[in-house]
T-cell receptor, first 114, second 118 residues
């Protein structure tokens, strides 16, 4: 069964450093998303991406964040200058209209900023 | 903006028994979907069940079923014959259906931690 994959599973970085989180969505999906979950809290929407551009973003997704689909398979989230409060689980998800809008989530990347 | 409320932070159920998790939501939209996601200790988000707002019939998936009350904006999840593997965090989620905007973001509740007791 097709699945969304994410790498790395765990990333430790120092405050101020740049990180890139990688995702490979399901191959025939057209809509891509990033969510984050701070430990013990609910899952929050960051950004959606469709047709090679951001279609919507939340207040959390400020100038330090960016997304890219550099080729036909990868979908990346870059955090330019990490802060302690960026420590969270980051989930990538993808969906297709043909699939009934259901979003399939990857296993997540745990980001720890020290 | 939409809000999703799960009023039960934690629940427990005996193995083989039935449990119902509550969810209410607030929206002015008429076209939307509702979902229940399961997050086991591995923290992977797994889709449990989906309900289209335009459908009056409640969705069912094997041991999982929902009670969707559109007028009351209520969307509860019933788990029958609970199994140890059902132990997880359960999130209720709302999706507004845009037309052509290219985004179908999910708004999640805070979750209910369900423990199935042997």
């Amino acid at each position: 069964e097709p699945e969304v994959t994410q790498t790395p599973s765990h990333q430790v970085t120092q405050m101020g450093q740049e990180v890139i989180l990688r995702c490979v969505p399901i191959s025939n999906h057209l809509y891509f998303y990033w969510y984050r979950q701070i430990l013990g809290q609910k899952v929050e929407f960051l950004v959606s991406f469709y047709n090679n551009e951001i279609s919507e973003k939340s207040e959390i997704f400020d100038d330090q964040f960016s997304v890219e689909r550099p080729d036909g398979s990868n979908f990346t989230l870059k955090i330019r200058s990490t802060k302690l409060e960026d420590s969270a689980m980051y989930f990538c998800a993808s969906s297709s209209l043909a699939g009934g809008y259901e979003q399939y989530f990857g296993p997540g990347t745990r980001l720890t900023v020290t | 903006a939409q809000t999703v409320t799960q009023s039960q932070p934690e629940m427990s159920v005996q193995e083989a028994e039935t449990v119902t998790l509550s969810c209410t939501y607030d929206t002015s939209e008429n076209n939307y979907y509702l979902f229940w996601y399961k997050q086991p200790p591995s923290r992977q988000m797994i889709l449990v069940i989906r309900q289209e707002a335009y459908k009056q019939q409640n969705a069912t998936e094997n041991r999982f079923s929902v009670n969707f009350q559109k007028a009351a904006k209520s969307f509860s999840l019933k788990i029958s014959d609970s199994q140890l593997g059902d132990t997880a965090m359960y999130f209720c989620a709302f999706m507004k259906l845009y037309s052509g905007a290219g985004s179908y973001q999910l708004t999640f509740g805070k979750g209910t931690k369900l423990s199935v007791i042997p």
